[in-house]
C-alpha cells in the first residue's frame, strides 16, 4: 500500500523533494468500517495552502503523514451493514492506494447515474463551488457582462456555463490558445483573452468588455484581477473564490482596491464551498439537470499512475489541465 507524504513545508513552488513515498501496511477494520480501494484522485489547488503552516479555513497538513483530498473508490471490505463488497464511494481520504474508513467519512456514489469522476468535479464539491459563487455571489441578471478567470479549469469552465445559463454575456480569461479556443467554441463562452499572450491585459479586456463588467467570479486574484476590478459598473459583484496566482508568493501583496470597489458600489465576497453545504442537495440538483439537459458540460484531464500525483499536482500551477485534474490510480 503506497501512500505520499508531506516531508517539507514548500515556501513558493513545491517540488518533488517535499513528497515523499512510503510503503505502509493495508489497514485492517475495525467494527463499521471499510476498506477502500482508491481509484482517481482529485488534486486541488487549495491543497498548496494546507502544505503550509499558517492559519486557514482548514487545518495545515502534518509533516511525514499521507496528504490528504477527494477521492473516488471502490469497497473491497467491510465491517459495516451500509457498505457491501463492490459499492462505488467518495470521500476525503488519503493519497494513498488502499483508504479505510468509518460511514460518517464516505458516501455511496451511483455508476448508472454519472460516471464516477463526477463525484469529484462537476457533480462534486468544484460544481457546488461554481454553482454558489455565480447564483449567490455573481446573482448576473440576462445581458449583465460575468467575467471569469482560471476560465478553462475545473471551476472557471463551470462557472462561465452558469452564468451562460443565467443569461450573462461571458468573458474568460485562461493560459492557453487552446483553452480560450475551448471556452469560446466549445463552452460557447462570447469571448476569451490568453493571459499569457496578451501584451496589454487592460486593453483586451477594455475590449471584450464594453459595456464594462457587473460581475466577476474570481479563481487567480493578482494582476489579472487588478486589470478586472479597473471595469466595474456600478453595483458590480466579486466572488473570490480562488486566489492561485499567489499561492506560491507569500508575500504577494499587489495594488490595493478600496477605491475601485468605492467608486462602483461594487460588492466583493470570499467564500468556502462549504459555507453552503445546507444548500448542496438543491445544488447538485441543478447542476444535475443541466448536465442531462446539455446545458452544461465538463472535461478531466487525467493523468494514470500512482507515481505521477505529485506531478499532476504542480501541473495545476503550470496549468497543464483542461477543466479537472484526476488521476486514476487503480481499476475496478
Ligand atoms: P483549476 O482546474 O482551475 O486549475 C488551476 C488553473 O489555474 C490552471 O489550470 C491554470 O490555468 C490557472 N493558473 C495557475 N497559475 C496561475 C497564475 N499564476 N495566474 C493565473 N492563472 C493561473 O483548479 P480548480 O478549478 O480546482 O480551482 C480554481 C480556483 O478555485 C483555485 O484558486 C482554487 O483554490 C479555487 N477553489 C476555491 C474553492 C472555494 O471553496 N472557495 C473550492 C475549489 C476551488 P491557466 O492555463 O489558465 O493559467
Redesign the pocket.
Known sequence: NRQIHLVKRPETIPTEEHFKFVEVPVPSLGENEVLIHNLYLSV???MRGRMSDQKSYVAPFNLNEKLVGGVVGEVVESSSSRFSKGDIVTGMLGWEEYSKATEKEIRKIDPNMAPVTTALGILG??GL?AYFGIEDICRPKEGETVVVS?A?????STAGQIAKIFGARVVGI???DD?VNYIQKELGFDAAIN?KTTDDIQAALEEACPNGVDAYFD??G?E?SDAVLNLLNKHARIAQ?????SYNKPDDQGPRIQTKLIKSSALIKG???SDYSDRFKEGASNLGKWLSEGKLTYEETIVEGFENIPEAFLG??K?T?RG??LVKIGEP
Open positions: 486541488d489547488p487549495y464539491l468544484t463551488t482560471g478553462a479549469g475545473a471551476v472557471g485562461a493560459g492557453s483553452k493571459y479563481n487567480v493578482g489579472i473564490c480562488g486566489a492561485i496566482s467564500f468556502v464551498v495545476l500551477f496549468g489541465n479537472k485534474q
